[in-house]
């Protein structure tokens, strides 16, 4: 349902934009109104500007769309034209600003050739406390030390689509809005509610003292299999712990668990990736 | 153990080389010793050459015991001076060459820094026939038109993890021995047996003669919960039908099948990518 638009007419702000709607052109990389979008392939710089400004970017239509429903606030999209129609409903329905740019121009703001055509700066929301988002949930998921984009993302996407209630992270996992992680979840990290766990790893004793049962997946052959660990006889609550790939869980969290479960192997193969173990493990646990 | 050496001195045959037991250096990027390893990056120049001319490529130290232990024949290895200790042992055993390289002629050769430092030539195997792959099966994974080397790779790795017996590729599916396919799979795509089906759909009947109920995993609603369809009560003998990411199984394939079965959704999410689906899969149709 179209609503109505501020008059149209050329943007006063800077006198460089012309203004349709709520739509801007832009044809100034330098324009300051686009800073929210500049240097996106430098990971460091935006790892440590996004949280600080709040913000963080959904990278294609579903995405955005999705961040949307997820009840997070944009504050400005960045489209080429050819995206105008598409997001059309959108661009109607939110107050933000929309810049409307050449792919040239999107490329030169951001650093590299936005493929999927349109970005959204969205709002951050405070990230809840992990009492309170334990109190309404049954099968957890504990991250310690993931720290990269891409695995955060996908287990993101796994934990959600196989019905994980809530998501918990060491103080040095990777940022689930992060685009990266965004984008490989497909939009899962905002369908999913997740909190910091801070410190570590005592903050696991919130975890143990909310009636959930700590188990850490790892393959030492000390552990138990997980089907053993699992299934209708299981804690209805259960907190599942995943290390990094590679190094897997730390001493300290392996020591901090009520119980080690392990995933099986044949064939002489040490490992599964994890975000394979990740899906396998919250499959056992959600049945 | 140390085996004794063909005599050291010049190699005769180029005059550029100088031979130390079985290794021989090498700084003629052009040298055609070389050629098995020569535009690696050059994907849709390596699809055609390695099949055509019965070579795989192993990379890094790991992988490369993996396929020897596999049973593979080594062509030749090519080395950086600092990974000729590493790879000692395989060095004594092996009656393969062994070209020494500096990091810079590796690149020059192979079109990328090989960080690994250590890369073999290996021969392939004659496929097996599908029948005699399926008779000493349990669970076997079908893979349709999964043409991209990272999912072939990932998919291998959780099935050798996760117990499948035995894998069969529609004609369109990615070369499991293709680099790439091989280091994500670490490896694990010479510890599963595997064959080609075909023609397609048609050779799908082989598998259903060999007394194997053709499980199809699809999203579809009318598909039967994944859990239902398997544990205890079901055939000891499964052959499982995976799409690729994205379009999933083809309209024929899926007439083919004998059942649908999903992974049951939740949060709205629409699907798990193809590894972690794949993952959940082998895991169910193991237990």
Chains 1, 2 share one sequence.
Not at 9 to 36: A, F, M, N
Not at 124 to 131: A, H, Q, T, V
Not at 265 to 282: E, I, P, R, T, Y
Request: proline share 8%.
């Amino acid at each position: 349902m179209p609503s109505s638009h501020a008059p149209g007419g050329p943007d006063p702000s800077t006198g460089t934009g012309q203004q349709t709607g709520s739509i801007i052109t832009v044809d100034d990389p330098d324009d300051p109104r686009l800073s929210d979008y500049t240097g996106l392939t430098d990971v460091e710089l935006r790892r440590r500007r996004e949280p600080a400004e709040g913000l963080f970017i959904a990278e294609g239509e579903k995405v955005i769309r999705r961040a949307r429903h997820a009840g997070y606030r944009m504050r400005s999209m960045l489209l080429s034209a050819k995206w105008i129609d598409a997001m059309r409903d959108v661009i109607d329905e939110v107050p933000a600003p929309v810049y409307a740019v050449s792919p040239e121009l999107a490329e030169r703001v951001t650093g590299y050739h936005v493929h999927r055509g349109a970005l959204a700066s969205m709002q951050r929301k405070p990230l809840p406390e992990p009492g309170a988002l334990l109190s309404g949930a049954e099968r957890v998921v504990v991250m310690e030390s993931v720290n990269d984009h891409t695995n955060i993302g996908a287990i993101f996407r796994s934990a959600a689509a196989l019905g994980m209630d809530a998501v918990l992270l060491s103080p040095d996992c990777a940022d689930p809005l992060y685009r990266r992680s965004v984008k490989v979840s497909m939009g899962a990290v905002f369908a999913v509610p997740y909190a910091r766990l801070d410190p570590w790893p005592r903050g696991l004793e919130t975890v143990r003292d909310a009636g959930f049962p700590l188990l850490a997946l790892t393959p030492d052959e000390k552990a138990v299999p997980l089907e053993a660990a699992t299934g209708p006889a299981a804690s209805r609550r259960t907190a599942l712990l995943l290390g990094a790939e590679g190094n897997g869980l730390s001493t300290r969290a392996l020591r901090a668990a009520d119980e080690w479960v392990r995933i099986p192997m044949a064939h002489g193969v040490d490992s599964l990736n994890v975000g394979a173990a990740a899906a396998v493990a919250f499959y056992a646990v959600t049945r």
